[in-house]
């Protein structure tokens, strides 16, 4: 049994200690027999990291809103930088159905200690998120507008870590003539390039969990736009091999390019 701890739920096994090994025992100290057993190793579909995104385009720009969602292992990955102490304090509030003021569990000098230790935590908030946008798409945002944390993931009945994010991106959409170019591969986020001697293996790849990612993209293009067979074309694939897979589906409905890969 792991206990639930930051954006875990009871019952979730963190991804270092998938497969390991642990030694079971009935808590009675006077027992010296032990039994060693193998931790469960989850699947990729377990760990999933799925992202819906609605994009508009406003001449050069891509306005875009992403909604994010993690589950079990994969939650790990966006913890650190997104969540704050004042939002996790909240949601275990909610969770255990506490509704009295918060900072009247404290004496005034602490009360104040204490939303000040928030303040300044939440302070980074804008820059966290920019930074966020960044690993995803890897370039910076033109704009943030506005982020929001769903949920936190740690509720065994609900334990999916969620957050939505809207912001400008410059750079993604080009003038080609009459036509407008899109960077589509960019909306699936930013992929490793790997060149030269790089490219030449000489250690296994490690990698604590399975993991599995999906994205669902909606982009609604300009009033007469549309989408070129060629480009539709190339938007449909599919790759499978021992080591992974990848597959992607587009269409084109009532105006707005609509996405689906895994």
């Not at 377990?46 to 992202?51: D, L």
């Not at 000098?109 to 995803?136: G, H, L, P, Q, T």
């Not at 003038?175 to 992929?191: C, E, H, Q, R, T």
Request: contains cysteine; hydrophobic residues 35%.
């Amino acid at each position: 049994f792991f206990s639930p701890e930051g954006y875990y739920a009871a019952g979730e096994i963190y991804g270092d200690f998938q497969g390991q090994k642990a030694v079971l025992g009935t808590g009675n100290t006077k027992e010296k027999e032990e039994t060693t057993i193998s931790l469960p190793v989850s699947e990729a579909k377990n760990n999933c990291q799925s992202a819906d995104l609605k994009v508009s385009l406003d001449g050069l720009n891509m306005k875009i809103h992403r909604n994010m969602k993690n589950t079990c292992a994969m939650k790990s990955m966006e913890w650190n930088d997104i969540v704050h102490f004042e939002d996790i304090t909240n949601k275990y509030r909610t969770y255990f159905g506490e509704t009295d003021d918060f900072m009247k569990k404290f004496s005034k000098k602490e009360a104040a200690e204490v939303e000040e230790i928030f303040r300044k935590d939440k302070a980074s908030a804008d820059d966290n998120y920019k930074e966020e946008i960044k690993f995803y798409h890897g370039n910076d945002a033109k704009q943030l507008e506005k982020h929001e944390l769903v949920n936190t993931g740690f509720d065994y009945n609900n334990p999916v870590f969620e957050y939505n994010v809207d912001y400008v991106m410059d750079g993604m959409v080009k003038k080609a003539g009459k036509n407008i170019v899109l960077s589509v591969g960019k909306l699936l986020g930013d992929l490793l390039q790997i060149e030269g001697n790089d490219r030449v293996r000489n250690v296994d790849i490690y990698r604590s969990i399975a993991s599995s990612y999906k994205w669902n993209i909606e982009i609604t293009l300009p009033s007469g736009s549309v989408p070129s067979s060629e480009g539709l074309k190339m938007l449909n694939t599919n790759i499978t091999n021992d080591c992974g897979m990848f597959t992607s589906s587009a269409k084109f409905t009532d105006g707005k390019l609509i996405i689906s890969a895994e």
